[in-house]
DNA sequence: CCTACCGATCGGTAGG
DNA sequence: CCTACCGATCGGTAGG
């Protein structure tokens, strides 16, 4: 039977079991805890909203106490922000990847790369977190939805010129401006309907809607 | 001076104000107070969310004490079915009207007429029950879910045969099932960004919405 | 990060 | 419909 006064004596290190490795600095519980609360509080806003979350479910998502993720951020509309934007982020960065590895393409061909890489960021798997921009966007500061909105304009710039050029083209007859909505609004409701794992795949959606918008698959 | 004794020998009606008119069944307060709690709940409901609302806010935003909103309907859930069903009615029968109202006509000046009348119904003065049907139906019982799903798949209904004349004559290109739904979703996102003060009409989207959809305004 | 807690607010009800 | 109220839950905080 161990006593107090053994317990004392023992070094530290012999505190952390042997076969438990050092973690690097990238992978300091720091950043995974804060990391845990975005993705369950993505998850649980998408599924309930943000009024109808609580910030104890949060916590528990993560494994936490109830008062824990406020060590983590300010507020729980801190942590929503966090969410949209870096929802935002990557989305703006797969669209930039996919253009870029892209090489020279017809504006028809340009514009089903960017539906495709929009539908895979909004339905691809375990993808919260743009869902939760597009419905709860309410929820923001008007601060916060100023910095998303820049974010958004730097998303929304590549598409101006591809819907432009088929526009001079004659393959797009719609006002672009109007154009560009209304595809957004095609693109975006699909978190409404989509089930990945029944009915139509991302490559087929992709085919109808430029099969809508222009009329023809490329 | 009246004593209580001349007040029960008076005939009934002098207990009524003279100059007030007599109400007929259809505009008794019972029906008006409870309109007024569905209309102004429509308006919380679409500006702060279900979630986001109170039902005190709502009372108050008819007038009555905090708890009186449950004289008249059982939950606040079924408030939000009452604006929701409200809603659907109204689209439903404003829908038939204009179809009966119609001739002969082709296909796509049948589309042109079912996306006007969306619009209207979506983004006319006073309309905040279809955008909240549209956005917090996850706040409904499953129950209540499918009766408004029965509403919706009459409002779809009339599409379908308009969509299916336009693929076979070749002015729809995309897949049928697949374009109603992106269609739907053109539309009802309109409900994000559409500005009734400034920018376009509800004309001009028609007219874009046609356009991009069979690459004509008719 | 946990413990213990606070003031505020919420949906809903009993009784009139 | 109002008055008065209840139990539950909420976002957030102090102190460790």
Same mark, same amino acid.
């Not at 795949?201 to 099969?211: G, R």
């Given at each position: 039977?161990?006593?107090?006064?053994?317990?004392?004596?023992? /070094?530290?290190? *012999? $505190? %952390?079991?042997? +076969?438990?490795?050092? $973690?690097?600095?990238? #992978?300091?519980?720091?950043?995974?805890?804060?990391?845990?609360?975005?993705?369950?509080?993505?998850?649980?806003? %998408?599924?309930?909203?943000? =009024? +109808?979350?609580?910030?104890?479910?949060?916590?528990?998502?993560?494994?936490?106490?109830?008062?824990?993720?406020?060590?983590?951020?300010?507020?729980?509309?801190?942590?929503?922000?966090?969410?949209? #934007?870096?929802?935002?982020?990557?989305?703006?960065?797969?669209?930039?990847? *996919?253009?870029? /590895?892209?090489? /020279?393409?017809?504006?028809? #061909?340009?514009?089903?790369?960017?539906?495709?890489?929009?539908?895979?960021?909004?339905?691809?798997?375990?993808? =919260?977190?743009?869902?939760?921009?597009?419905?709860? @966007?309410?929820?923001?500061?008007?601060?916060?939805? @100023?910095?998303?909105?820049?974010?958004?304009?730097?998303?929304? *710039?590549?598409?101006?010129?591809?819907?432009?050029?088929?526009?001079?083209?004659?393959?797009?007859?719609? =006002?672009?401006?109007?154009?560009?909505?209304?595809?957004? +609004?095609?693109?975006?409701?699909?978190?409404?309907?989509?089930?990945?794992? $029944? +009915?139509?795949?991302?490559?087929?959606?992709? =085919?109808? @809607?430029?099969?809508?918008?222009?009329? #023809?698959?490329?």
């Amino acid at each position: 039977m161990q006593t107090a006064l053994a317990s004392t004596r023992a /070094a530290p290190a *012999a $505190k %952390r079991p042997r +076969g438990r490795p050092r $973690k690097t600095l990238d #992978e300091r519980d720091d950043g995974n805890r804060r990391r845990a609360l975005i993705v369950g509080a993505a998850r649980l806003f %998408r599924r309930k909203g943000f =009024d +109808g979350t609580s910030t104890r479910d949060i916590a528990a998502a993560a494994g936490m106490q109830s008062g824990s993720p406020f060590y983590h951020f300010r507020s729980k509309q801190a942590l929503l922000f966090a969410v949209m #934007e870096e929802g935002m982020r990557h989305a703006v960065e797969r669209q930039s990847e *996919a253009v870029a /590895a892209a090489g /020279a393409l017809s504006a028809p #061909e340009q514009l089903r790369l960017l539906v495709r890489k929009h539908f895979e960021v909004l339905l691809g798997p375990g993808n =919260d977190f743009i869902p939760v921009m597009l419905y709860e @966007a309410r929820s923001l500061t008007p601060r916060q939805r @100023a910095t998303l909105a820049g974010l958004q304009a730097q998303y929304e *710039a590549a598409w101006q010129p591809v819907l432009q050029a088929l526009h001079q083209s004659g393959r797009l007859k719609a =006002d672009v401006k109007l154009a560009r909505l209304l595809i957004f +609004g095609a693109l975006n409701w699909s978190v409404q309907w989509f089930d990945r794992r $029944k +009915g139509a795949t991302l490559e087929q959606l992709t =085919d109808a @809607a430029l099969a809508l918008f222009i009329g #023809e698959k490329q």
